[in-house]
């Protein structure tokens, strides 16, 4: 590759790195605040069981990701990974402030599913990587977006933290609209950045599929392009290799989100009951902690492990670090809060900083050594974690809901004890995945 090609890519990935960031930023800050806001709406209609509508604002997203990520990622052949990247922008941008808005839960529940449904980002970005890079390089790139994941984590929570409620902490904004919806100024301030990464995606990042390679958008019928789309998302699953790592990204995935819907209710529990009576904010300072972990993990240490360890062999390792993590985090006490939960968070954020791209590199190895559509199977491998996503929350919070109030055997431990099972059982899964040269031969 010559210095001018070399600098057009770099200049491609920086501006990907830029607009992921910023769309993680308006992703990640939400996070502080959804379960404070869904307790809100909850106690204000008069509902019980907070936990189990947690679970389904949060299942929300996710749905809407399982059901339009094959779509997307089918699309993304045929007419190019950039405009999906700014479908999912637009909707961000009027989804994020819809949420802010919600006067009922209902209307929460849709604001997430509409935002859920129109981001195929994720899968989009994984393929533009795939795109524009050779099978050596795929780790390190995939990291390097990763790092952009973890430093938007970083931000996103952090500020959705320290904007929540304004008008409890700042004068200016008592008697204003943001008084009365206390979770719109974030929300607001994710919509901003939306647009701002959707202006660097318009105007700045080229399109990394050429035109001689894409199907084709003549006679688009989004029916049967969802219908190909799942086709090949079963197709996918039923590759002994392609399959086998998407069963594991499954499983991973929902452990890993049951904390989700699960951890905030447990730091906002009040000490009495066993939780650590945590604000909005602290609960943001937390996620920061994840992110900045995720930011060192993917965007330095990758690079060296990739070149010294398989991809293969780093899956099982990962999966380990995170169920450790997670098994821990209920053993928290309000005395030593910070002094448990920030080692406890560094681990897991380190098993999932390992996990993320070493799985996006070996699934696209297994993909282009077979000759898959990139496209096709990133957005099968999203699907598949949305599908895991959406099993996780809800089950995090119908597990919570059932046992938060139970002594012995079951208590508000029960479902953290959950998430380090079903790692464990992972872990056993991710052993038996092939090398590249026995998934090879194995089609």
């Known amino acids: 590759m010559d210095e001018g090609n070399k600098k057009a890519v770099r200049g491609q990935l920086l501006i990907l790195f830029l607009v992921t960031f910023i769309d993680m930023i308006g992703f990640g800050i939400v996070i502080p ?207 002994p290799a392609i399959g086998q790592l998407l069963w594991v990204t499954m499983f991973y995935s929902f452990g890993f989100t049951i904390m989700h819907a699960v951890f905030i209710l447990f730091t906002e529990m009040s000490p009495a009951d066993g939780g650590l009576g945590f604000t909005e904010a602290q609960n943001g300072r937390i996620f920061a902690v994840i992110g900045l972990t995720g930011i060192v993990v993917q965007g330095g240490l990758i690079r060296p492990l990739s070149k010294r360890f398989s991809s293969r062999s780093m899956l099982p390792i990962a999966v380990v670090i995170t169920g450790i993590g997670l098994g821990a985090i209920p053993y928290a006490s309000v005395e030593y809060a910070w002094l448990w939960l920030l080692p406890t968070c560094i681990v897991i954020a380190s098993g999932s900083g390992i996990f993320q791209p070493t799985s996006s590199s070996l699934l696209a190895s297994y993909a282009q050594r077979n000759g898959r559509e990139l496209g096709s199977v990133m957005g099968a491998m999203e699907s598949a974690s949305a599908f895991a996503r959406i099993l996780g929350p809800f089950t995090g919070g119908l597990v919570w809901t059932l046992t938060v109030s139970e002594t012995g055997w079951f208590s508000y431990h029960t479902v953290f004890q959950l998430c380090a099972v079903i790692m464990l059982v992972t872990f056993f899964m991710a052993l038996r995945l092939p090398s590249d040269s026995e998934a090879t031969s194995s089609f």
């Open 33 to 239: 605040f959804l379960t404070y806001l869904v307790d809100d709406l909850a106690t204000e209609g008069g509902i019980e069981a907070v936990g189990l509508w947690v679970g389904l604002v949060m299942t929300a997203y996710p749905m809407a990701q399982f059901l339009s990520a094959p779509l997307w990622g089918g699309l993304s052949d045929r007419i190019g990974r950039r405009p999906i990247l700014m479908i999912g922008l637009v909707g961000n941008t009027f989804c994020f402030a819809l949420f802010g808005l919600a006067p009922t839960l209902f209307i929460a529940i849709a604001a997430r599913f509409l935002a859920g449904f129109f981001n195929g980002n994720i899968a989009v970005a994984r393929a533009y990587i795939g795109d524009i890079s050779r099978p050596e390089q795929m780790a390190s790139r995939m990291g390097l977006i990763g790092a952009s994941f973890g430093l938007g984590f970083t931000f996103g929570p952090f500020i959705g933290g320290e904007l929540s409620a304004p008008a409890e902490r700042w004068e200016i904004f008592q008697g204003t609209l943001l008084e009365t919806y206390p979770y719109l100024l974030p929300c607001l301030v994710a919509s901003a950045l939306s647009i701002v990464s959707l202006l660097l995606a318009r105007t700045r990042l080229p399109e990394s599929l050429p035109s001689q390679e894409r199907q084709g958008a003549s006679g688009l019928d989004w029916l049967g392009t969802m219908r190909s789309s799942f086709s090949g998302l079963f197709s996918s699953l039923r590759a």
